[in-house]
């Protein structure tokens, strides 16, 4: 008996010590150093890092502060927006309800929706569910994005704005990345199974998971104890910026959750569905998830071997060395995270940042795969920080420029009382400017809470600065015919649309 034990005694040992030593020294003796060097690099208030290897959680760890000005330490349990990482959970809940025979993938929208159009009537009658979650419908990245993000738009009137857009590209020839299709799979669930896409998810993927603390829609995110607090520059400080309703485009990006609760998905997203021995996602499900349905684009790595990258239903995929990488990122306003899954090595890793300013989420995220995969420690933070500072000096340079332009009190070939009044885009609605002082006043129909106030800077252009700092600081163009004003450009942030909205003078 004493021989026994001293066997078994041995044989634990050994496999704690095996255990251990999977554990990259990067992890073990470097994490920290390069988390917290990132943090203060970067200006990152706080941020959160899982790693899970072989159905073990390796890391769960909260680094920084929920709050700058605050001494609110993050902790694993602490709540962060994670943005179009939201996406994978609607992918899911669509093919759990395939699984439960409620719907086909390849239905037609129309058949849930009947009422729902697009421009092109043909699209409107084709158009299937897995078109609406692969970004396959013509449509240019972000395009239409402008019109619902923070808008008061409710999830109807999206679908509806969002069906009377001309898509830049044929039905399903390119890739364009459209959130308001998930807008569309968020209607559908409701329609199927008779629950929101909210409670849905709660009661058929969070629930089963444990992923207690989870919430689908970012008003409750705003009443939840233990959150991330969303941080942006302003006027070139880091600064706490106000959480804002999302819920309108929800099923695309307004989960908020923490690492600990993560760790769950990524548990059984990494062992065929199952988490604590129960089969909790059937694997067929996670199977359907993960089938490729369009090509995103070809891609390169800086130092090692990768070639595409394609998409799925709420899933991104790539090659890396060998592995096929299942990934998303999310970024809502004052928030950028990632979440990476490698099958094969059995390997998830999760990074949430609480500013929507940096590029360390990604470049901890490929330090520790790397670290796994054996390849050699490259520094990412390095490279993708200068490459940051780099643009931020251009754009500094420029802003400098136009106010300058702004500062040299050049006067208008017509006075602003003539640039003032309604002006309307064909999808969108109406845009009002007003004179206040020397300066022109925007409001938008449908974003109440969001003024911008405009500049001039000479050959018919404003400069327009937002109330809200993660739309942008852009120039508009106005085009004047005859003596009257005729028409202006509205741009925002190319973080929310890249597309040039024409209002026309009414």
């Known amino acids: 008996m004493k021989n026994i034990k001293i066997t078994l005694v041995f044989t634990l040992v050994l496999l704690i010590d095996c255990f251990s030593q999977t554990i990259p020294t990067f992890i073990t003796d470097s994490l920290d150093t390069y988390v917290n060097r990132g943090l203060q690099q970067w200006q990152i208030p706080g941020a959160a890092i899982l790693i899970v290897k072989d159905g073990q959680i390796v890391v769960a760890k909260g680094y920084g502060v929920k709050e700058l000005g605050t001494n609110d330490k993050v902790d694993a349990n602490t709540l962060f927006m994670i943005g179009s990482n939201t996406k994978a959970f609607t992918g899911t809940a669509l093919a759990l309800l395939e699984q439960d025979g409620k719907l086909n993938l390849e239905d037609k929208v129309v058949k849930y929706l009947p009422d729902f159009k697009m421009k092109d009537e043909w699209v409107t009658q084709h158009l299937n569910l897995l078109d609406i979650v692969s970004h396959r419908m013509g449509l240019e990245t972000f395009q239409g994005d402008f019109m619902y993000w923070t808008s008061d738009l409710t999830a109807d009137e999206v679908i509806q704005k969002f069906g009377m857009l001309t898509p830049k590209y044929d039905f399903?020839?390119?890739?364009?990345?459209?959130?308001?299709?998930?807008?569309?799979?968020?209607?559908?669930?409701?329609?199927?199974?008779?629950?929101?896409?909210?409670?849905?998810?709660?009661?058929?993927?969070?629930?089963?998971?444990?992923?207690?603390?989870?919430?689908?829609?970012?008003?409750?995110?705003?009443?939840?104890?233990?959150?991330?607090?969303?941080?942006?520059?302003?006027?070139?400080?880091?600064?706490?910026?106000?959480?804002?309703?999302?819920?309108?485009?929800?099923?695309?990006?307004?989960?908020?959750?923490?690492?600990?609760?993560?760790?769950?998905?990524?548990?059984?997203?990494?062992?065929?569905?199952?988490?604590?021995?129960?089969?909790?996602?059937?694997?067929?499900?996670?199977?359907?998830?993960?089938?490729?349905?369009?090509?995103?684009?070809?891609?390169?790595?800086?130092?090692?071997?990768?070639?595409?990258?394609?998409?799925?239903?709420?899933?991104?995929?790539?090659?890396?060395?060998?592995?096929?990488?299942?990934?998303?990122?999310?970024?809502?306003?004052?928030?950028?995270?990632?979440?990476?899954?490698?099958?094969e090595e059995k390997l998830g890793v999760v990074v949430l940042t609480n500013t929507d300013q940096n590029a360390f989420f990604q470049s901890l995220k490929w330090e520790i795969i790397d670290a796994y995969l054996g390849l050699p420690y490259r520094n990412y933070d390095s490279s993708f920080y200068a490459g940051f500072i780099k643009r931020q000096e251009t754009n500094n340079k420029w802003l400098k420029e136009v106010r300058d332009s702004v500062a040299m009190n050049i006067k208008p070939e017509l006075s602003l009382t003539e640039f003032e009044g309604k002006y309307k885009h064909e999808v969108y609605g109406f845009a009002e400017l007003k004179k206040v002082n020397d300066k022109l006043e925007l409001t938008l129909e449908h974003h109440s809470k969001l003024k911008a106030k405009l500049e001039y800077i000479g050959n018919n252009r404003f400069l327009c600065t937002y109330s809200d700092p993660t739309y942008g600081i852009k120039v508009f163009s106005f085009e004047i015919e005859n003596g009257k004003v005729k028409s202006f450009d509205l741009y925002v942030d190319d973080f929310i649309d890249y597309e040039a909205y024409k209002f026309v003078k009414q």
Not at 206 to 233: C, G, Q, W, Y
Not at 244 to 252: F, K, T, Y
Not at 288 to 303: A, C, D, F, G, N
């Open 172 to 343: 399903r020839t390119k890739y364009g990345y459209t959130n308001a299709g998930y807008a569309i799979a968020g209607k559908v669930i409701e329609k199927v199974s008779g629950l929101t896409w909210a409670d849905f998810l709660k009661e058929k993927i969070f629930k089963p998971l444990e992923m207690d603390r989870t919430v689908p829609l970012s008003v409750d995110f705003m009443k939840a104890d233990n959150i991330a607090r969303p941080h942006t520059f302003v006027d070139g400080k880091m600064s706490v910026i106000p959480i804002q309703n999302i819920d309108n485009l929800a099923p695309c990006g307004s989960i908020g959750s923490s690492i600990t609760d993560l760790s769950h998905w990524i548990i059984a997203q990494l062992d065929s569905g199952k988490y604590n021995k129960q089969n909790v996602i059937p694997f067929s499900v996670i199977q359907k998830t993960r089938q490729l349905l369009s090509i995103e684009r070809r891609v390169r790595h800086p130092y090692n071997k990768t070639h595409y990258s394609l998409y799925g239903m709420g899933w991104a995929f790539q090659d890396y060395e060998g592995r096929e990488m299942i990934m998303h990122t999310g970024g809502v306003n004052g928030f950028v995270t990632s979440v990476t899954l490698i099958p």
